[in-house]
């Protein structure tokens, strides 16, 4: 099985891939204008990306593309509606990530409270000015907002507790009970966050529906003094919103993420930002998850995946299978575990001008029997059921439900 990998890559996942027998292209330099000419000439049925965007163009190359697996936490980098239509599949390694942007997600923290990178600055220029950065307010006892309850944030309110600092939490998936684990208070939305919190940290997915989270109300509902904290996606703050709350609350920002970040991570590329450059704000260069345990633990996990879809066919982290499809009726054949069975029932199915929306074969213990069980976007009429049951001698039962 070929495998491209167009992205940098922990070269612990390369040598794994290659031990277990996969012919592996490993090109770092490839973007969204060269993916589809490399996916041509290498032909892989698995492809490998960590930042680089795999737009819907690359999609219409022929080949054996299969399986996309994303080496990080988040697929915004992919177009995976694009994938979905040429029935590609896309996979990403959750979790694996969680505690290095935590630990960013501290480092911002501290810098905006203490100031570290301006006193480094003044330091490096020769200037003493301990009068001046000795004004901190300090983190213990003070309130700490978290937009989001996955793993990141569960690591980051890990922390919190370590700091002293009680946790108000807000995430669509939260309920009290996950509230009294974590040991937060559940808060009724993102805006009840800014209104309580001195520091606000988000941890959210970028969707549709966390675009501009961070907008004019939520700026407008910081305390005065706050600081904002954004580890996730650049999509997730309105940076004009937040530029004026910085001017006008004194309001602080530790960001790692920006909206229109360069494609690749090399410092010929040049960045412009207002709001990078405003005082104030402290800034990394999207670099949460780099951290070398992080990326060995997402290399290993990419390197399972695919081992898994090679051997079982299966896809761990599977993003884009349909949660919910056209399916009405659930066909239940029992039969003898004979070649041609399958063949039989999906012929006559096809016959009837039924599309078949899911479909799983079990094999009985002795491989003399098996049942088919197999969703269907319509119901088959008498007659159809009388051909799978007539059709052959091997089939020894056919039932059909509805499906709620």
Known sequence: MNVLIADKFDQSGIDELEAQGFRVHSDPSLGPDTLAGAIAEHEPEVLIVRSTKVPAHVFETPGG?????RAGAGVDNIDVAAASAKGISVANCPGKNSVAVAELTWGLILSCDRRIPDQVGELREGKWSKKEYSKSGGLFGRTLGVIGAGMIAQEVIKR???FGMP?????RSLDDAGAKRLGVTRAADPIAVAKAADIVTLHVAATPETKNLVDKAFCDALKPGAFLINTTRGSVVDEGALLDAIKTKGVRAGLDVYQNEP????AQDGFESELASAPGVYGTHHIGASTDQSQ???????????RVFRET????????ICSKTAATKLLVVRHLNRPGLL??????????????EDMENVIYAGEEAACARISLAGEPDANTIA??????PHVLSVDLATID
């Open 160 to 162: 919190a507790h370590a």
């Open 167 to 171: 946790v108000v939490c807000w995430s």
């Open 263 to 266: 494609g690749s991570g090399s």
């Open 296 to 306: 060995q633990a997402i290399a290993a996990e990419a390197v399972r995946i695919v």
């Open 343 to 356: 063949a039989h029932v999906v012929g006559a199915i096809g016959k009837a001008g039924i599309n078949i």
């Open 313 to 320: 066919g299966e896809i761990p982290n599977v993003v884009n």
């Open 387 to 392: 051909e799978i049951k007539s059709g052959t």
């Open 65 to 69: 593309l299969a399986l996309i697996v």
